[in-house]
């Protein structure tokens, strides 16, 4: 209760004022007491003087004792006082309040030996025959420069002291009152000295809680005001470098949120102190869950953990590749050293390699089937051309054999070139697509009717199904055809004898299990199924890479870009083509196209 800033003020002063009145009141009790006693010593001192000046005669002419009993009675009375007359030897000669013949020997009292060797004396005591506290004070009495008795006059302090407790009781009221007093300005003194400083702690309790608009309104132009002003000062720098801060820490964690590499940052005892959501992908972990686990724990690789072991116990960059497993991410993993001596922290980035190393496959399969496919009619090019020059321009009839076959060379490497370069101009934007409401029907009919041919040639069973109610497609009509033709060409091309090859369109809304892969919204279907060969579960994927071909179709004809072009057709079209396939029990093509 009396912890707070105000008490610890107001009860000092309330005290000091306390002992300060109460050392006054006794110092001023005992200065009124010892002023009263002295007034009555005076006072008594010339009684005792008077009545041993009026009883001098009679003490003189040696008057018996009872007369002097007597006018001890009658002064006293006189004075309101007790009067007592001592002979030099000691002896009572008369006394007002008591029988003298009882009285013992007065000669060594205080007051009557200072009386006689002084000329005064005075005494304080209790008095057994009074029964009461009494001033004596007592006189020679000189006849002719002699003492020849000694009045003494004495009065009870009862008064005295009755006097002094009234200005004790009257002092202590007033000493209550003024320290009521005191107590009532001191608490609004230190209320004003405490008002402040419980304004400044709200405020500074505000800008801990965030509230960083919190400030103080400077009143005085004191002590206070100077620091209210100050408080202010550090408040707005505070709330700036507050402020800076938070956005550098948002600008890095939306960096580190949308950056493609995985980082991470361990601290001393290897634990894992940050970790963004690249990381947490590559590694296959959950981000919140990470924070606070051992990198090793995170990581689960041994060749991830080596590169960081490494790192930590050299003390220098380490960079490494590597492959997490068949189908795994190809990493290359840059640990670096962020430590000094005191805090040995790591900054470890996983950069996801696995697209790079794709496209450089891509490329050494581009280039390695390329050379395949030009090297076969380039190899017939040049043995027809040894053969002409050998001899055979001399015989009409091989002559022009050989030219048909090297002019069927060229064109196949005529049409190779053109693919490539259509792929290109499709790939690069450069080839337009006149986009409108276009019937399925009337480019899947036309497109298998033309192959029909081929089909029964090849004893094969071809139908095409529409669904009646299917919605227009937005297409184009002529390169969607192109699509179409070349996906039934290749069911076509690689089904046995005996076997069915079907076309069918039809519309889905997504989602849908059976086509997972298509976003939500309504699509239009067309899927291309045969019961040929079927694709190797390692060929699928890349099937819609350029020249890339399965093993069992190296023996085919086609330059293999067919798929790859078709695949950037539809994506052009803003749809999705895929295949699916068992090795032996033959596949399925399908596209999807957006309603228009």
Not at 313 to 332: A, I, K, N, S, Y
Request: aromatic content about 4%.
């Amino acid at each position: 209760m009396f912890s707070g800033t105000r008490w610890r003020i107001a009860l000092p002063y309330m005290a000091l004022i306390l002992l300060t009145m109460t050392g006054l009141l006794i110092y001023l009790s005992d200065l009124v007491r010892d002023s009263h006693m002295e007034r009555l010593e005076t006072q008594l001192t010339s009684e005792a003087q008077l009545v041993g000046e009026v009883l001098r005669p009679h003490l003189a002419q040696g008057t018996p004792p009872a007369i002097i009993d007597t006018l001890a009675h009658t002064y006293a009375n006189l004075l309101s006082a007790r009067v007592t007359i001592i002979g030099i030897d000691g002896v009572v000669l008369g006394d007002s309040h008591a029988e003298r013949f009882d009285m013992d020997n007065h000669l060594y009292r205080p007051e009557v030996q200072q009386a006689l060797s002084s000329g005064r004396g005075s005494s304080t005591r209790f008095s057994q025959t009074m029964g009461e506290e009494m001033m004596y004070v007592a006189a020679p009495v000189l006849q002719n420069g002699e003492t020849i008795a000694v009045a003494r006059v004495a009065l009870p302090l009862r008064q005295i002291e009755a006097d002094v407790a009234r200005f004790r009781r009257t002092m202590t009221a007033a000493t209550l009152a003024i320290t009521l007093l005191a107590l009532l300005l001191a608490v609004l003194v230190a209320e004003s000295a405490a008002r402040p400083i419980r304004e400044l702690t709200r405020v500074a309790e505000r800008l801990a809680e965030g509230d960083l608009s919190a400030r103080l309104l400077p009143t005085t132009q004191d002590e206070f005001g100077t620091l209210a002003r100050a408080f202010n000062q550090m408040a707005d720098r505070l709330r700036g470098t507050i402020v800076t801060l938070t956005e550098e820490r948002s600008r890095l964690a939306a960096v580190l949120e949308n950056m493609a590499d995985g980082t991470l940052i361990t601290d001393e005892d290897g634990r894992v102190r940050l970790i963004n959501p690249a990381a947490a992908r590559l590694l296959k972990t959950n981000a919140d869950a990470a924070l606070g686990m051992s990198f090793a724990q995170v990581a689960r690789d041994h060749r991830i953990i080596d590169v960081w072991h490494t790192c930590r116990e050299e003390r220098g960059e380490r960079v490494q590749t590597t492959d997490l497993g068949r189908q795994g991410p190809f990493l290359q993993i840059i640990v670096t050293p962020l430590w000094d001596a005191e805090s040995p922290t790591c900054l470890v980035i996983l950069q996801d390699l696995t697209r790079i190393r794709r496209v450089e496959t891509v490329r050494r399969d581009f280039i390695s089937n390329i050379s395949h496919e030009l090297r076969t009619p380039l190899a017939s090019l040049k043995a027809l051309v040894d053969t002409l020059r050998d001899g055979a321009m001399d015989d009409p009839e091989a002559g022009a054999r050989f030219l048909n076959r090297m002019e069927t060379e060229v064109d196949a490497m005529t049409q190779m070139v053109r693919e490539l370069l259509e792929l290109s101009r499709i790939e690069s934007g450069q080839v337009p697509f006149e986009t409108a409401p276009t019937d399925m029907g009337d480019v899947l009919v036309p497109a298998v009717e033309r192959l029909r041919p081929q089909s029964e040639r090849a004893g094969l069973e071809l139908t095409v199904a529409v669904d009646p109610d299917l919605p227009p497609a937005a297409a184009d009509a002529e390169r969607i055809q192109q699509v179409v033709t070349n996906l039934v060409h290749n069911a076509i091309k690689f089904t046995p004898p005996g076997g069915r090859v079907w076309v069918r369109g039809s519309i889905v809304r997504a989602p849908d299990a059976r086509h997972a892969v298509l976003p939500p919204g309504e699509w239009l279907l067309l899927a291309v199924e045969d019961t040929g060969v079927g694709i190797p579960a390692d060929d699928l994927p890349r099937i819609f890479e350029r020249f890339y071909k399965a093993d069992r179709a190296r023996s085919g004809g086609g330059t293999g870009l067919g798929l790859a072009i078709a695949k950037h057709i539809v994506q052009a079209h803003h749809g999705h083509i895929w295949a699916v396939s068992v090795e032996g029990r033959g596949s399925t093509f399908y596209v999807a196209l957006p309603a228009a």
